[in-house]
């Protein structure tokens, strides 16, 4: 677990309590949705009929009218609005209807924090650019879409679960803390936090050694090239965002996770020339 020593009492007493939960695993870790997680089951079934599908999708208005919001998206190139669901789902297709179902239950459950709205709604902003940048980088490269979107999604995920923690502490503390205190404290422990909702969620091994170790992709052992394609999303999602502190274009093009996944120079290019393709994505889930 991480240390502290230059921070103050209460955000050094912050961390302990962080590390404590974390290590009893004693975290109160959110569950997805009945309707997301029974629509994600059947997505998985190889014998789902679109009809059924839509059926259930039906029972989730929220998730509906996000279906319908990113089919109607510019990047669908759809030449007329789509107003039916059961188009919208033969047009998306199972895969993607269960990506964004799961975006979706992400923003509904984990990124919600009534004390920090803003904070969280900009968490989930990055979280979906970097789904889609990593998506794109694993089409690229014939990577595992789903895996890469899955895991750009969740890279970040122990970041609102720990700020949830760190509210509650702080409320039955009786403290303060400025944000950049909190934040330097969930920085260091978010990659853990993370690894253990993957594991609650019953994910692939993969999608938790990505989680962990997005940081540092070596750390991930044989699952390194996926948590390479995310630290490299992960930043190439900032660039295109517009995020202050990004790295620049020259970086990107010199980023060290190029030559391991083998990312040619037009590669980075086509990734680059996204910027409205991955913005009109993210728009759609907000």
């Not at 609005?81 to 033969?90: D, E, R, T």
Request: glycine share 4%; charged share 25%.
């Amino acid at each position: 677990m991480a240390t502290v020593s230059t921070k103050s009492i209460e955000a050094q007493a912050l961390g302990e309590a962080m590390d404590v939960a974390l290590q009893s695993r004693a975290i109160d870790l959110p569950v997805l949705p009945e309707a997301s997680t029974k629509i994600i089951r059947l997505c998985d079934d190889p014998e789902c009929e679109p009809k059924d599908l839509a059926d259930l999708v039906r029972t989730d208005q929220a998730l509906m009218a996000h279906l319908l919001r990113v089919v109607n998206s510019a990047g669908e190139g759809s030449a007329v609005p789509i107003v039916s669901l059961q188009f919208a789902v033969n047009r998306l297709g199972l895969i993607r209807i269960k990506m964004i179902t799961l975006s979706i239950a992400c923003k509904s459950s984990v990124f919600n924090n009534d004390s920090f709205r803003g904070v969280v709604r900009r968490l989930f902003r990055h979280a979906v650019a970097t789904s889609v940048c990593a998506q794109e980088v694993a089409r690229l490269k014939r990577m595992n879409v789903e895996q890469a979107f899955t895991a750009g999604l969740l890279h970040d995920v122990g970041r609102p679960i720990l700020l949830q923690l760190a509210t509650n502490h702080i409320k039955n503390a009786g403290i303060e803390l400025e944000p950049e205190e909190i934040f330097e404290v969930i920085h260091e422990r978010h990659e853990f936090a993370g690894a253990q909702l993957a594991e609650s969620w019953s994910l692939p091994d993969c999608l938790v050694a990505a989680i962990q170790h997005h940081h540092e992709p070596t750390k991930a052992g044989e699952h390194e090239r996926l948590a390479r394609c995310v630290r490299f999303a992960d930043q190439l999602a900032d660039h295109l965002l517009g995020v202050g502190g990004a790295l620049t274009e020259r970086a990107i093009h010199a980023h060290p996770d190029l030559a391991p996944l083998n990312l040619y120079p037009d590669d980075v290019e086509t990734l680059l020339s996204m910027k409205d393709t991955i913005r009109d994505s993210v728009g759609a889930l907000l």
